[in-house]
Every structure is written in C-alpha cells, then in structure tokens.
C-alpha cells in the first residue's frame, strides 16, 4: 500500500487529530486521541472482532499512543438531505441490537480499557467526583468551593432513586455510546448491512438505555419539538422492542428518563479524562464544561443547541 497524495489533515482539537490519507488501496482515516481517550482504537476493535458489521475495523492501533487507522466507509447519516423520525427509529433499532450483541462482556470490555459506570455505584463515584472539585485550589478552573459542592450534592438527592431504579430493574450493563447522533453513523455500504457506529471515545460501559440522550436532543432540534413529542415516543418504542427479553415496552419506558438524567455523569467523566493532560489555556478555555455538567444534571433535557 502506498500513498498517491499528501495526507489531508482535517479536525485539530482538544480531544482529537483527524486526517485522511489517500492511498492506491483507498482513502484511510486516522485519528490521533487525546490521552485520556487512547483507548478508543483499542476498544473499537474488540467491539468489531463481535460485530464485524456494527463497528469499524482499525487496520492499525498504536497501543502506546492510541493512535489508528479505519478504511473509508463511505458517508454518514448527516448527509442525507434531512432528518425525519423513521431514519432515527431505524438507527437506534440498529443500536439496541448491537447492544445486545455485547451484553455479557463486562470484564472483557475493562480489560480493552474502556470505562464503566454501574448503576449499583454510579452515585457514590458522583460524590468523589465533588470531592475532588471541591479540594482543588481555588484559583483552579475545576475547582467548586465547598458550599457549591453542598448544595450540588442536596440537588443531587433524586439521583439516588433514579439509579436505585435502574439497579433494580435487572437491565445489564452494555455499550452507552454517550455521543450517538447522525454524524457518527455510517451509511451501510451494501444493500441490507446494517448501519455502522464509528467514535466511540466518549463510550462507557453502563446503563444502555444512557445512550438515548444525545438522540434525544438532536430530535428536538432538528423537530424544534420537547422531549416528550409523539414522534420522539415512537422512536424510543422502537429502541426499546430490541430489549423485550428485559420487559415490554412500558415497563422499560420507566426507566429511560432516569438513565437519561444520570447520563451526564459519564459525559462529565469524559470531559475530566479529557482535560486531564490539558495544557493552561485548554484548561482555562474548557474547565467550565464539566462544572456546568453536574450543575445541570438534574434539569430537564434541553435541545443540544441550548
């Protein structure tokens, strides 16, 4: 394999490098992973060697870096010329199956290096997370000062119960992509293959039903509706028959709102894995998104551009 023209280096970011690089055996993607995403080439393999056609292959993994390499699966959902509900009932039918697929792998999935936020524990590691906030240095961007960090953790009370339900509710732990929305699902490239789910650096392994909110505030931007629209309802109906061996369709709806709300604490942990080899400015630029996260945990779920 052989390179026919120089690599056109795309998205530079706190998070990620991206490029493309053409070649005479097709057009290769590379991404370079922040630090505290390296294992995301890692755990995107492991996720394809079960899988093969929910998830890319990485033809090459630095395991030092986390550096790697995907071929070129053609174009994602976003380009197709609007969203409407049936493409998004049929992306989250397609996701709850992979889901599926991967129940039961729990220790596999630590050992690739991904995290895990387990409704049984997920509220005592939301306090050490206010913990460590509050017993930074003041003058640091992470930094809560103790009487935030109280009444954080007084507004954080109803969380108990949501994952108390969750735990009790016997839904095993799988896949929460945490960032599942149209620009991350790959058109199938053969009639009848099932859609494709590239970036998993901000996955954890926890509640499944967690990975429903980023859907659902992309649906009520693009519909400029509220989360409980009707068109929204069916497609979590739609995600939700994938799990029928769990409970019918009402009963797991009960539980959807509550993984939902306790989401953003794994989209907190990614932004604190993220920030964890953050130079000065990065810090002082991005130190306020995880704060603002657990400060708006328990509000309702608003539009992603709100």
């Known amino acids: 394999m052989s390179r026919t023209e120089p690599t056109q280096w795309g998205r530079t970011r706190l998070w ?10 097709g057009q290769l993607w590379f991404k370079a992973p922040c630090p505290g995403l390296s ?23 630095n395991m030092e870096t986390g550096w ?14 609007s969203p409407f509900p049936d493409l998004w009932a049929l992306m989250l039918q397609d996701f709850g199956r992979a889901q599926m697929e991967l129940v039961g792998r729990d220790d596999e999935v630590f050992d690739h290096g991904m995290p895990i936020l387990d409704p049984a524990w997920i509220m005592t590691h939301l306090e050490q997370q206010l913990i460590l906030h509050a017993a930074l240095p003041a003058d ?12 954080l953790d007084q507004s954080f009370q109803p969380l108990h119960q949501d994952a108390a339900l969750l735990h009790s509710a016997g839904i095993p732990l799988s896949l929460d992509h ?5 620009g991350n699902v790959m058109l199938p490239l053969e009639e009848g293959d099932p859609l494709r789910f590239m970036d998993l650096a901000d996955s954890y392994w926890a509640h499944p039903f ?9 649906m009520c931007d693009e519909f400029s509706c509220e989360p409980d629209d009707e ?33 953003g604490i794994a989209q907190h942990g990614v932004w604190l894995r993220i920030l964890d080899d953050a130079d000065e400015q990065d810090m002082r630029d991005y130190g306020n998104v995880p704060i603002d996260i657990l400060k ?8 992603k551009q709100a």
């Open 16 to 25: 990620s490098t991206q490029a493309t690089i053409p070649t005479d055996a």
């Open 39 to 61: 294992a995301e080439g890692n755990i995107t393999g492991f996720f394809n060697s079960i899988d093969e056609q929910r998830f890319a292959f990485p033809l090459n993994v």
């Open 68 to 81: 790697f390499l995907l071929p070129d699966y053609g174009d994602n959902l976003k380009t197709l010329p």
């Open 140 to 151: 640091h961007p992470l930094h809560i000062p103790a009487e935030t960090a109280e009444q």
């Open 178 to 182: 945490n960032d599942l929305h149209r």
């Open 210 to 218: 967690g990975t429903l909110s980023v859907p659902v505030r992309w």
């Open 231 to 263: 068109r929204i309802t069916k497609v979590i109906h739609t995600y939700l028959e994938q799990w029928s061996d769990y409970g019918t369709v009402d009963e797991l709806s009960e539980l959807v709102a509550p993984a939902i709300r306790l989401s």
């Open 296 to 303: 708006n945990l328990t509000q309702p779920l608003r539009p």
